[in-house]
């Protein structure tokens, strides 16, 4: 899928999560998919989100950003794209948390969109794009390995009773439609100085 085409899918879904949760509240598969995923719960699964839980945290992931521009050329050429999204992704969820003011499953504090969430999808929503010009198997396995960590971030979010099902996905919606926009940036940037070159 283009970046194009990510951005208008993750940020139709956002948008349409984000109404549903404004209008509706719980929207009603939250609970029981919530209530599904704790059911999951046992000590040894608990123990595995708490420490996949860590790859969504704002504090692993802005240093982590330094990993792309040392592992990928493009990054470092339009080092100022990659490093405006992961200080982009907690500033947009943090002010959208207060514009729908929905409080998380369990305590006051705001929950929609999740942090962890909005994180993981960001960062690795932006190595697959990164990941485009590395041979087909290791872009193929890379990019299976985002999206698996995007996806267990999100699971852990629910797991851990920190968010509802919904917060998640809107998390993972939001923080896609943000790599995909750096993609688009980076990609529009790169278009104008092979024209100025050639001009």
């Not at 050329?73 to 982009?88: D, K, N, P």
């Not at 851990?160 to 980076?186: C, F, I, N, T, Y």
């Amino acid at each position: 899928m283009t970046a194009r085409r990510t951005l208008a899918v993750a940020g139709a879904s956002f948008v349409a999560l984000t109404l549903v949760v404004t209008l509706a509240g719980t929207p009603p598969g939250d609970a029981p998919v919530r209530d599904a995923l704790l059911a999951l719960a046992a000590p040894p699964v608990l123990a595995a989100m708490h420490a996949i839980n860590v790859a969504g945290s704002w504090r692993l992931l802005l240093p982590a950003t330094l990993l792309l521009l040392v592992a990928f050329a493009e990054a470092r050429r339009r080092w100022w794209v990659w490093v405006g999204l992961m200080v982009t992704a907690p500033l947009a969820e943090g002010a959208l948390k207060w514009v729908v003011g929905r409080p998380r499953p369990e305590g006051v504090s705001l929950g929609f969109p999740s942090g962890h969430a909005t994180a993981a999808a960001a960062f690795f929503g932006a190595v697959i794009y990164l990941a485009a010009p590395l041979p087909p198997r290791a872009r193929w396995l890379l990019r299976a390995l985002a999206v698996a960590v995007v996806a267990l971030v999100a699971l852990a979010r629910v797991m851990l009773r920190a968010h509802w099902p919904s917060d998640a996905l809107a998390g993972v919606a939001l923080g896609l439609a943000l790599a995909s926009a750096a993609a688009l940036l980076s990609s529009s940037s790169a278009g104008r100085a092979r024209a100025r070159r050639g001009s």
